[in-house]
């Protein structure tokens, strides 16, 4: 398959059982960066195109600030191929100087949560959220799409240990997923005591293909807060969709303008 070219960058994907697609680019454009984070992680890298785009994102707002390090982003692939294509991808930006780092993990997510010792200031991912659905006779297509090794529950468990205190969580799923995953959460939240730090939901934007369909996809941070009695108005929401009458929204453009060439 033929590379994908960005403004600043180009992705050889040929290795890639998952191309790129809209919902890694919404994902790295929508997710919320902080001037002073410096070390990230993604789960599930692919290409790295999101780790890329993060990383771009970064350098744009002037990172590193005064006094501050190098910022590193750490990419974690189960896949041995598709590791190939972001560790190729992830040598190309030589554009990125030294400013940030970026660190390709070919290992599954739960055996490099167990070894790793590094708090994250955020941590994201574009998830396989496929449970119950016939899948597909190539393994490592199956592999990218179903979650059989990449449960919500594994995300949550081990993002718990991952997470420095001020840390962030981002993900884009499917809205019926999402709905389960804010479940999880919530259930979590209500079995904590009282002044507990727990993972909480502040941010949401749904995706719609076209402003007059229903949402597809949720953007969703999550990040950790001490409980109290009531979450009532903590979730920043909105909407974004890609499309309205033949052309691509206002929204849309504004939050991907820096990486598609035709925006």
């Not at 590379?3 to 454009?29: E, P, S």
């Not at 959220?129 to 594994?154: E, G, I, M």
Request: charged share 25%; glycine share 4%; proline share 3%.
């Amino acid at each position: 398959m033929a590379d994908f070219r960005f403004k600043k960058f180009v992705i050889r994907q040929d290795n890639c059982a998952m191309k790129v697609n809209t919902d890694g680019v919404l994902l790295a454009a929508w997710m919320e960066l902080h001037p002073l984070d410096r070390y990230m992680l993604e789960i599930g890298t692919g290409s790295g195109v999101m780790a890329i785009m993060a990383a771009q994102r970064l350098v744009e707002m002037g990172f590193p600030m005064p006094g501050l390090q190098t910022a590193e982003i750490d990419a974690v692939e189960i896949d041995n191929f598709a590791a190939m294509d972001a560790e190729y991808n992830f040598k190309r930006v030589e554009w990125l100087g030294e400013r940030v780092k970026l660190n390709l993990i070919n290992m599954s997510f739960e055996a490099y949560a167990l070894e790793c010792g590094r708090k994250y200031d955020l941590i994201f991912s574009n998830p396989p959220y496929f449970s119950n659905s016939l899948k597909n006779p190539d393994h490592r297509k199956s592999l990218a799409r179903h979650n059989d090794t990449l449960t919500q529950s594994v995300i949550i468990r081990n993002v718990a240990n991952l997470l420095a205190p001020s840390g962030r969580l981002a993900m884009i799923l499917p809205v019926d997923e999402a709905a389960d995953f804010k479940r999880k959460t919530a259930f979590l939240y209500d079995a904590a005591k009282e002044g507990e730090r727990v993972l909480v939901q502040t941010r949401e934007t749904l995706v719609k293909t076209n402003s007059n369909k229903a949402a597809k996809r949720a953007l969703l941070e999550f990040g950790y807060l001490d409980k109290t009695s009531s979450l009532s108005g903590i979730v920043e929401k909105s909407v974004v969709p890609i499309m309205e009458e033949g052309e691509y929204s206002d929204a849309y453009r504004e939050l991907t303008k820096a990486f598609y060439i035709n925006f």
